[in-house]
């Protein structure tokens, strides 16, 4: 992967899941599966995390993320699984990552096994439901894969909010609390956001806890 990949796919800045975090900080310390480490990186200039780890499959992103985060490990969370501190950690953030996984269930219930007790894991993925996917399913029985967005080549699993919070909870994990990520457009005040929002959302975002 050149550079100019690199920086098209891994440095995009995350300012929606910086604002779902905002409310509910400020964690000690957090370990991110983290791309470049922007997201890391806003979550400390945020004061929402104190020190930033990372996780990262591809090496060229992990180099970058390392000159912006504690400590990366290159690899998946399988095979760093038996170096990394997990009950270190106060955060886990898996962001656009459970859809790529093979198994996501077993890299949960991983987490689940590995880390303290109050540790938070906090979930994104792509919204199944949105209406660019389900309406030419319904109406055209068309489900076709794209380059990039909800429908990539490279997700292996698909998401609802219903499907997310279900597939938690079956980890072991207990929802504290739930959000996504709409353009502005559907936030006007004529809009019935509230109707629409399982609709145009374009990601669903979650909050969970280990008890």
Known sequence: MNSSEIAEYYTAERPELVAFMRPHGPFGTALVGCASGMLGAGLLRNGIVGACDGIELNADAARLAGTRLRQVWTGSIESVAAEVPWEHYDLVILADVLEHLADPWAALRLLQARTAKGCRLMLSVPNVRHYKVSLPLLFRGEFRY??????????????TRGSLEETVRDCGWVVRTWGSHMKGRYRRWYMPT???????AVQTMLLAEKQ
């Open 146 to 159: 794209a380059d990039d967005g909800i429908m990539d080549r490279t997700h292996l699993h698909f998401f």
């Open 194 to 200: 509230r109707l629409l929002e399982p609709f145009v």
